[in-house]
Each structure stands twice: as C-alpha cells, then as structure tokens.
C-alpha cells in the first residue's frame, strides 16, 4: 500500500498528554496523541459507533472512547475494551521541523480487524462450542481465533439471525431511527472466513457436563473439549389473568423487537409494564412513533433501585415532558379483552386502554437445561476470576455470578458490556490464555433527551454526592458505600464519565470526601 506524507499540524499545538483531531480531507481526520513527548497517529474515530475519539480521554497508553467507553492501545491501535470489536488504525508519525508529519494511504480507514489465527483441525482437531449467541458468545468466539486457537468454534443459537447488537433493539431500532444494516455485529462471511460456525434456530436441551456432551432439539448430539455457557437471559412474565391475550409481548429478542414495532403501525395507546431500562427505553421508543404511553410500575420512583429517587426523578421529569404517562406505585390486576388485550386492569381498579402492552420487569438466567453444576438461588451459575466454573466449562454474562475484584462481593451484572468483557476473557482462559477479569463495569442508556452513563456497581449505598445541576440533566452522581466510591451516574458529561472509569480500573478515584470538598479535575487525575 502506497503511503504519502501528509503535515498535519505544528507539533506544539498539541500539549504533553493531550489528544487533537486534524482533517486531512474533507472526508477524513486523524487523531495525534502526545503521550510523554512522543506523538501517536491513529484514526480519529471510535469503529463502534463513531464516536469522535477527541471527546473521550487519554490515560497511560490508551485511549477511551467518550460513547460508550470502548479503549484501545495508543500504540498499536489494538481493542483492549469492548463494546467496539475492532482495531483503530495507526499511522508512521514524526516531527520535522516542529510540524506533525504522518505517513497516510490513500484511503484512511475507520477500522481495522485484529489479527485472527485461520482455523486448522490438522493442528488441533479440539471442538469449542459456545451456547448462546449474544454479547458474550460473540466476543468469545472472535477473542478465541485472537488468542491462537486453531480448532472447531460452533456457536449454536435458538434465533435465526446472525450476532446482532441487542441494546439497539430497545433504542434507535424502537424509535424507528435505526436501520437494519446497523443490528448485525459482523457480516456471515465473517464467520465464514475465521471457520466461526453458527448453528441457528436449534434448542439445547440437555448439556451433559459429565460427559462432555450437548443434547440438542432436534435429537442430535454434540461432543465439546471445552464449553463456554453463554445463554444469557429470558424475560420474565406477569403471572395475572389475561396474560396470553394476544399483544402482550416481552422486548428480548430481534423476532421481538420486529414484532413490535410492526404493531405500533395501527395502535394509539400503549402501556408499559417497568420502569427498568427496558421498560423505560422501551417507553421511549413507543412515545416516538407518537403512542399515547402510560408506564405502569411498583416502586415510587422509575428505577429508584438502582439510582435512587433524585436521580430517578430525572428520568422520569424526561419522559413526562415528552407525554409519557406514569402509574407508579400500582401493579397490574389483569388483563383484559376478547382476542387482543384491550385493558389493563391496575390494583386499585383503575383502568387503562391499551392497544398492545409491554412487559419489562427484568431476565431471570437461562440455565434450566444444563445438568451436573450448582445453581444459585437466582439460577446464576458461580465462576472464578477466569470465567471458569470447573472442568472444561466456562461461563460468561448475564448467567454468571462472579466476585467484584473492587469489593470481593459476589455479584451479577445484566449489562451487555459487562458480558462482552467477560466473554473475551472467558475465550482467553479456554485458549490457554491465563488471564483475570478486572474490568470496571460500564452501561449507558439513551432515552426522552438524555445520554446516561453508569461506571461501576453498586447494589445499594449509604450515601450519594451529586455534582452538579440535576434539573438541567447535567451531573455526576456517586454512590457510597463504606467510605468508598462503588459508582458513579452522569448525564451530559461523557469525558469526565471515561476518566471516572479509568481511575475506578487504576484503584486511584479519590475518596468521598475530597470529591465531596474539592473541585477535582478527574481528566487531568486519570491521565
């Protein structure tokens, strides 16, 4: 490939431990970092959603993205956290004569893909199968081909579509501001080409782990050398009369999300059973495509559990100035109508048309069908810092049950980063690849105006610090528990949300009292 060199700026004009963007046409920028006197060329923009790289942070020799918090090695350009599943591309850089001077072919691209080992029976003739093939499994299986396994990966999954990126299903796709071609994670030809083979619309009945086999629906058998369990979740359902009239549905699954929307074409009025993220997200959605929405839920304040009610009242003020109706504090009777649901019918008799209804009051995990471990109370299945449960099993996202380095607290985490996290470490360990999961857990939800951010986790809390200005939706949250910082929640402050993350990462988030009494620059602290 033909390199040509380009000057992109004065070498001044970019500080010790700063980032800039500089365009080199008018459909390309590059993004030059100086990391302790040396300057580093790479492309200007986060593979995963494009995110302008600029707004996010720099901190040792990586770079975050402000979006949704995906890094990358400075010096290579290499993934080092998801949700992105590629590279960013890096460039020859020097100073001459005080100017940044980059080596660039003709066509800079966005993206590249990390380096896959081709698969090869002939050198390991070993089986890996990954049940499931959501956020986990589909990190798993290309962090497998990354770290030098050459042998069988069979993915089997109960839907019919390849990977697709679940979060969007309750955003974009909902509000019907998404489009199809953005769902996929990769393209078939992908998993084509790195012998990724996804066996699709199949139901596992059985695992046996004693004798490294898998039972499948259609009576087939299936032999493993390992096995990753990656089944996630499945909705749970309101267990009231009425419940199996038609246009009732859960928000789990592609099939789902379509079904959906194609119902909203000739409904006025719907209702949303949760205030979670579902739930609210779903609201949103709904609230877009100009739905008459009413959300129905128990707690007093929408998703006070896991924010709390001032932070919660953000959420809800958001919505509500946007039309949506909320019945908090009522749970739902029953349903009524003759064929389709018509009516719902709350605990204090009140009663809500409803021309389809939604149901999201969380997952419960999907482990019904796997013989030979011990459950928890919840389903959720207990694995070690390496994602392993015993044996030649492995187990990663919403199903397992891990011990949160930060606080040595048993924990589950429903978040879709927090699953690719796990799955790529998960596939490391299952390739001979010792490695521990210490990754900082990251979500973030887009709904009725707002961009919000959660780094950590936090179960419950004794104290919360807010700073900032939560009537004009720009704050930082951060929530206490034994004289520590276990998370922090923002809206409208995306860089310093990243560099919360990657002191959390460190061990270096200051105390709760020098956050409470100074006015700490946390950018320049995780730099």
Same mark, same amino acid.
């Given at each position: 490939?033909?390199?040509?060199?380009?000057?992109?700026g004065?070498a001044?004009?970019v500080?010790?431990?700063?980032m800039?963007?500089?365009e080199?046409?008018?459909?390309n920028k590059?993004?030059?970092?100086?990391i302790? /006197?040396?300057?580093?060329?790479?492309?200007?923009?986060?593979?995963?959603?494009?995110?302008?790289l600029?707004d996010?942070?720099?901190?040792?020799?990586r770079?975050v993205?402000p979006w949704?918090?995906?890094?990358f090695?400075i010096?290579?350009g290499?993934?080092?956290e998801?949700?992105?599943?590629d590279?960013?591309?890096?460039y020859p850089?020097n100073?001459?004569?005080?100017?940044?001077?980059?080596?660039?072919?003709?066509?800079?691209?966005?993206?590249c893909t990390?380096?896959?080992? =081709?698969?090869?029976?002939r050198?390991d003739?070993?089986s890996?199968?990954?049940?499931?093939a959501?956020?986990a499994?589909?990190a798993?299986?290309?962090?497998?081909?990354?770290s030098?396994?050459?042998?069988?990966?069979?993915?089997?999954t109960?839907? @019919?579509?390849?990977?697709y990126?679940r979060p969007?299903l309750? @955003?974009?796709?909902?509000?019907?501001k998404?489009?199809e071609?953005?769902?996929?994670?990769?393209s078939k030809e992908?998993?084509?080409?790195?012998?990724i083979?996804?066996i699709?619309?199949?139901?596992v009945?059985?695992?046996?782990? &004693?004798?490294?086999?898998?039972?499948?629906g259609?009576g087939?058998?299936? &032999?493993?050398?390992?096995i990753l369990l990656a089944?996630? /979740?499945?909705?749970?359902m309101l267990?009231?009369p009425?419940?199996?009239?038609?246009?009732?549905?859960?928000?789990?699954s592609r099939?789902d999300a379509?079904?959906i929307?194609a119902k909203?074409?000739n409904?006025?009025?719907?209702?949303?059973?949760g =205030?979670n993220?579902?739930?609210?997200?779903t609201?949103? +959605?709904l609230?877009e495509?100009?739905?008459?929405? !009413?959300?129905?839920?128990p707690?007093?304040i929408?998703?006070?559990?896991?924010f709390?009610?001032d932070?919660?009242?953000?959420?809800q @003020?958001?919505h509500?100035?946007? /039309?949506?109706k909320f019945?908090?504090?009522r749970?739902?009777e029953?349903?009524?109508?003759?064929?389709?649901?018509?009516?719902?019918?709350l605990d204090? +008799?009140?009663?809500l048309?409803?021309d389809l209804?939604?149901?999201g009051?969380?997952?419960?995990p999907?482990?019904?069908?796997?013989?030979?471990?011990g459950?928890?109370?919840d389903?959720s299945i207990?694995?070690?810092?390496?994602?392993?449960l015993k044996?030649?099993?492995?187990?990663?996202?919403?199903?397992?049950r891990?011990k949160d380095?930060? !606080?040595?607290e048993?924990t589950?985490i429903?978040?879709w980063?927090t =699953?690719?996290?796990?799955?790529?470490?998960a596939?490391?360990n299952?390739?001979?690849?010792k490695t521990?999961?210490?990754s900082?857990p990251?979500?973030w939800?887009?709904?009725?105006?707002?961009?919000f951010q959660?780094?950590?986790?936090?179960e419950?809390?004794d104290?919360i610090i807010?700073d900032?200005d939560?009537?004009k939706?720009?704050?930082?949250?951060?929530?206490?528990k034994g004289n520590?910082?276990l998370?922090?929640?923002?809206?409208?402050? +995306?860089?310093?949300m990243?560099a919360i993350e990657e002191?959390?990462?460190?061990?270096?988030l200051?105390r709760?009292e020098?956050?409470?009494?100074a006015?700490?620059?946390l950018?320049?602290?995780?730099?």
């Amino acid at each position: 490939m033909e390199m040509k060199k380009h000057i992109v700026g004065k070498a001044d004009s970019v500080k010790e431990g700063q980032m800039k963007a500089f365009e080199i046409d008018e459909d390309n920028k590059i993004l030059i970092a100086n990391i302790k /006197g040396k300057y580093h060329a790479m492309g200007a923009s986060c593979p995963h959603y494009g995110a302008p790289l600029e707004d996010g942070i720099i901190s040792d020799n990586r770079v975050v993205c402000p979006w949704h918090h995906s890094s990358f090695d400075i010096k290579t350009g290499g993934l080092l956290e998801p949700p992105a599943y590629d590279n960013i591309p890096v460039y020859p850089v020097n100073i001459e004569n005080d100017n940044i001077v980059v080596m660039l072919p003709d066509k800079i691209e966005s993206s590249c893909t990390p380096e896959m080992v =081709a698969p090869d029976t002939r050198k390991d003739d070993r089986s890996f199968v990954i049940i499931g093939a959501g956020a986990a499994a589909n990190a798993a299986a290309q962090t497998l081909r990354e770290s030098g396994f050459r042998g069988r990966i069979k993915m089997i999954t109960r839907e @019919k579509k390849i990977p697709y990126d679940r979060p969007e299903l309750s @955003k974009e796709f909902m509000a019907g501001k998404g489009k199809e071609e953005w769902l996929p994670l990769r393209s078939k030809e992908f998993y084509e080409k790195h012998g990724i083979d996804l066996i699709f619309d199949t139901k596992v009945t059985k695992v046996d782990t &004693k004798q490294n086999e898998i039972n499948l629906g259609n009576g087939d058998k299936l &032999k493993f050398d390992r096995i990753l369990l990656a089944t996630g /979740g499945r909705p749970r359902m309101l267990d009231v009369p009425g419940k199996d009239l038609k246009n009732i549905f859960t928000l789990r699954s592609r099939a789902d999300a379509e079904t959906i929307v194609a119902k909203t074409e000739n409904a006025k009025k719907a209702v949303v059973v949760g =205030a979670n993220f579902i739930g609210m997200e779903t609201a949103n +959605g709904l609230a877009e495509r100009d739905l008459d929405v !009413t959300v129905v839920a128990p707690e007093k304040i929408p998703m006070q559990k896991v924010f709390g009610n001032d932070v919660g009242r953000v959420f809800q @003020k958001a919505h509500e100035d946007k /039309g949506t109706k909320f019945m908090m504090g009522r749970t739902v009777e029953k349903f009524e109508g003759d064929d389709n649901v018509t009516t719902v019918v709350l605990d204090n +008799g009140e009663k809500l048309d409803a021309d389809l209804v939604i149901i999201g009051i969380g997952v419960v995990p999907s482990t019904d069908n796997i013989d030979g471990i011990g459950y928890q109370p919840d389903g959720s299945i207990e694995v070690d810092e390496h994602m392993h449960l015993k044996d030649n099993i492995f187990a990663a996202g919403d199903i397992a049950r891990f011990k949160d380095w930060r !606080t040595g607290e048993w924990t589950r985490i429903e978040h879709w980063r927090t =699953a690719e996290q796990q799955g790529r470490i998960a596939a490391k360990n299952m390739a001979e690849q010792k490695t521990a999961f210490d990754s900082v857990p990251f979500f973030w939800t887009n709904q009725a105006g707002l961009n919000f951010q959660y780094v950590g986790h936090a179960e419950d809390w004794d104290d919360i610090i807010i700073d900032g200005d939560l009537d004009k939706q720009d704050f930082v949250a951060y929530y206490i528990k034994g004289n520590k910082i276990l998370a922090a929640a923002g809206n409208g402050r +995306g860089k310093e949300m990243a560099a919360i993350e990657e002191l959390m990462r460190k061990d270096e988030l200051p105390r709760p009292e020098r956050i409470r009494e100074a006015d700490l620059d946390l950018v320049e602290m995780a730099q």
